[in-house]
């Protein structure tokens, strides 16, 4: 069996010491990295619908509640007319 080292191959007692960086780039790359990048501006693009959607629901909220305290304010006008005509009554 010939020398390992005389090929460019370390010996097989160093081979699982030896950190070795692959520079290739495959296929299976190309496609893992567009995976992540579509998948970052779909949930980028989902993240911006969804807060849009929330925003709409607090200010129809904010104008609800303004509504609600103009009515409770009408309300309690009401109510001090009624007992004001109430208590003119003998």
Do not use: C
């Amino acid at each position: 069996m010939a020398d390992q080292t005389d090929r460019g191959m370390p010996p097989l007692h160093d081979r699982g010491r030896r950190v070795s960086f692959d520079p290739t780039i495959n296929l299976g790359h190309l496609l893992t990295m567009g995976a992540l990048v579509g998948t970052v501006i779909m949930g980028w693009a989902q993240l911006s619908t969804r807060l849009e959607y929330v925003e709409r629901q607090v200010a129809t909220m904010a104008t609800l509640m303004e509504k609600a305290i103009i009515a409770d304010a009408k309300l309690g006008e009401l109510e001090r007319r009624i007992q004001r005509v109430e208590g003119d009554r003998p």
